[in-house]
């Protein structure tokens, strides 16, 4: 039992933090997250990116490769953030990085009718650069 209790606060530790790092390439914002976007993680999530929009940034990666799993308010913030770069800043984002499940939940919420899932980070930055 104690060992089920150790594996359990282990999950929910791991599923609890969340981190973001940004990098420039070129005029593009890599945007690689690491561990669960649900609505802790995407309340840090929408703050960076909004930061970055503010200064002008319009071009954007969002590599979840270390995101394996993203709730229904992290799909929300995901869809948010997109709509603010793309709609409202004439801007441009790509994907990458998903895996089957993630894929999947931004297929059934529309996500990726916004933008386009790409197999790399270097793909989809090529991708996005041709938007500049």
Known sequence: ML????????LFKIMA?????????????????????????????????????DK???LFVF???KTPVINSTGLSTLLDVMV???DYNDG??????????????LQMTGVL???DAFP?????IGAVSENA
Do not use: H, P, W
């Open 56 to 58: 002008g940034n319009n």
């Open 3 to 10: 060992d089920s209790l150790a594996g359990a606060y282990l």
């Open 84 to 86: 603010q770069i793309i």
């Open 63 to 65: 590599n979840l490769e």
């Open 120 to 124: 790399t980070e270097v793909e989809a």
């Open 17 to 53: 933090d969340f981190n973001i790092e940004i990098v420039q390439s070129g005029k593009v914002l890599v945007v690689r997250t690491e561990g669960y976007l649900d609505d802790s993680g995407g309340k840090v999530f929408k703050e960076k990116c909004s930061a970055m929009i």
């Open 92 to 105: 441009a984002v790509a994907i990458t990085g998903l895996s089957k499940l993630t894929q999947t939940a």
């Open 113 to 115: 009718t916004l933008c």
